[in-house]
């Protein structure tokens, strides 16, 4: 593999507006007894993004996994809306180390879903219609 590098004075304008009249943001302020919870989903024409409550609590111990309408694991850190029902999603907050040593590895294989309701600190079902 080779690399190449120009030398030079690069200065570059790009002309970009970021549109938000088609964003929303759905206020959900829920916690559960332990102080874990939601606060809002916000949800633009290609993502979305939840802001979880943790009181009293490190965000760094839990993880939130996020299923579309259909219960269809939706993948990333800000969630992609593309190829998803998003009429409604269900929020889970797991525990991170549990989910990542025993949760992650089945996020597209038959009963996902019901391991989640099992084991999940924190689940609350938004509807983004």
């Not at 004075?9 to 916690?31: C, E, G, H, M, Q």
């Not at 992609?80 to 597209?108: F, N, Q």
Request: aromatic share 14%; net charge negative; charged share 25%.
């Amino acid at each position: 593999m080779q690399h190449y590098w120009f030398e030079g004075p690069w200065t570059f304008t790009l002309p970009i507006k970021v549109n938000t009249a088609n964003n929303r943001t759905i206020s959900v302020n829920d916690v559960n007894e332990a102080g874990i919870g939601l606060e809002s989903v916000t949800v633009t024409p290609f993502e979305i993004h939840i802001n979880e409550v943790y009181l009293n609590h490190d965000k760094a111990d839990y993880f939130p996994v996020v299923l579309d309408a259909q219960g269809k694991y939706i993948d990333a850190a800000f969630l992609p809306v593309a190829d998803h029902d998003i009429s409604r999603i269900t929020v889970y907050l797991c525990d991170y180390l549990e989910y990542m040593d025993e949760l992650k590895g089945l996020k597209y294989e038959d009963g996902f879903k019901e391991l989640l309701e099992e084991r999940a600190v924190y689940k609350k079902e938004v509807l983004l219609e």
